[in-house]
């Protein structure tokens, strides 16, 4: 695939210059608050990484009210997040604030949101990606209505990798009132083994709060934006291995949980489960992960995907279940149920699951009639406790 030559150029141009600043990885949040009509602003410089930079006295008066707004940026390694609140009372305001920077929101008023770097090396060669992903909300009571944006950048680049895919635009979203938001998008490259990757990210939102002079009341808003708890690289061939000069580890969402086979007699350790990670409302898996249960039949696998999506669950003879997650960082406890009695494994309860269990009736493990799909309990035996199990169930299909 030819890439647009703009793009790239646009996209390294921030990366290039804060991986030349330091040589080491970086983590910042610069807070500039203020506006370009205020003339009222306070700079509170760069701070470490995992710090929080409150910034507050951000106020325009229109016709004498109150307005008060407070921005917040929070730029660990790997997270980026704004944060800007507005409470406006009955005189008629206008407040503004949280923009970031460079060619952005130009004369829109200045202030800055955080900035994310790092430094990759790639142990092993082969296709990789590195995602990044913008998701937020708006929240806004009383007269009036915020008028918001949100934008994440992101830049990629680095020796012995060739960049395979560049995404054309910025993560941006943009709105009046009340709203939710998110969106992903990724790098792929194709590495040498050694191979260093910078990476870079900064994140920014701007609100305008306007309300007529004489409304009742106070309005509060709240403008909340993140990059969703962190950049992702994501190995897509075998043998793969990242390390940063942060220390972060750079790995996909881990998903695990407990799924509950109906009606074993034994242990669901060993027992073998297929997960499929698909679009929502799809019946297409993105992903296939063949998953053998741990004791108490805990599961676990990792997905290079984030957002929503569904998950599905089926085990040999019981039916798939299926559950619509949101990807945004490790998930934990997750319970699935699953019914049992699908002999044949085709994912419904009926007659051909009952021939099946009626052609190995009275067999044991190790005889030549054994059926391990019709020992629907698994305890060795294809006897009326399958029977029982299969009656309960007959009819039912698991979801598709
Ligand atoms: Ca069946
Ligand atoms: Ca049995």
Redesign the pocket.
Known sequence: MRLPVAVPLVVFALAASVSAQSTRSTSRAYALVGSLFTQNSQDSGYVAASTTATAEALEFRSSGGQAFARAEFMSGFGTLRARHTADLDNQGNHTRGLAYGPDDFAGEGHIFGGEFSDVITIGGGGTFRFYYSLSGSVAHTGPGAPLWRAKLYAGAFGTGVTLLRAPGFFLRFEGTGPSSFFAEDYYEFLATPGAELNIAGALGALMDVIREAGEPGVSHSVLDATNTGKFRLVPMSPGMSFSAASGTAYTSVRVSGNATLEGLATSAFGMPVTIQVREVGSLTPLETHHVVLGEGGTFSFETARTGSHDVTIQGPSWLRAKTTLNLLGDIEGLAFSLFNG?????????L??FLVLRGAFGSTLGNPGYVSGADLNRDGTVNVLDFLILRSNFGRSGVA
Do not use: P, Q, R
């Not at 699908?342 to 009926?350: E, H, K, P, Q």
């Open positions: 699908d002999v044949n494994g085709d994912n419904s309860v009926n051909a699951d």
